[in-house]
């Protein structure tokens, strides 16, 4: 079972959102670059804007993260970068407000 902790944050080195995954043995942190959310947002992705985002639409995240976990899809330090085709792949997904 994938365990998502509330630890949602900006990194401003990788000007991403970053939280964590737990499954098993497996410690990991998702990233989300400003350029995901440019995508989504009709506004500027400002970090306040695109941690809000990421909060609204946290469940969308989670479930492209597992996804990505499944197919063993890890960037090369083992860790996860979400894409807009990764968030987009979801049906529902549409325009943030």
């Not at 804007?49 to 909060?55: G, K, T």
């Not at 979400?82 to 997904?93: G, K, P």
């Amino acid at each position: 079972m994938f365990s998502f902790p509330d630890d949602a944050r900006w990194n401003d080195g990788a000007a991403a959102v970053e939280f964590s995954v737990e499954i098993g043995e497996y410690r990991g942190v998702v990233r989300i670059r400003r350029q995901v959310f440019q995508g989504l947002l009709e506004q500027r992705p400002t970090p306040e804007r695109c941690l809000e985002a990421f909060h609204l639409c946290r469940s969308k995240f989670e479930r492209a993260t597992e996804a990505k976990l499944r197919a063993r899809a890890l960037s090369a330090d083992g860790n996860i970068e979400l894409t807009l085709r990764d968030f987009r792949r979801d049906s529902s997904a549409a325009r943030l407000g």
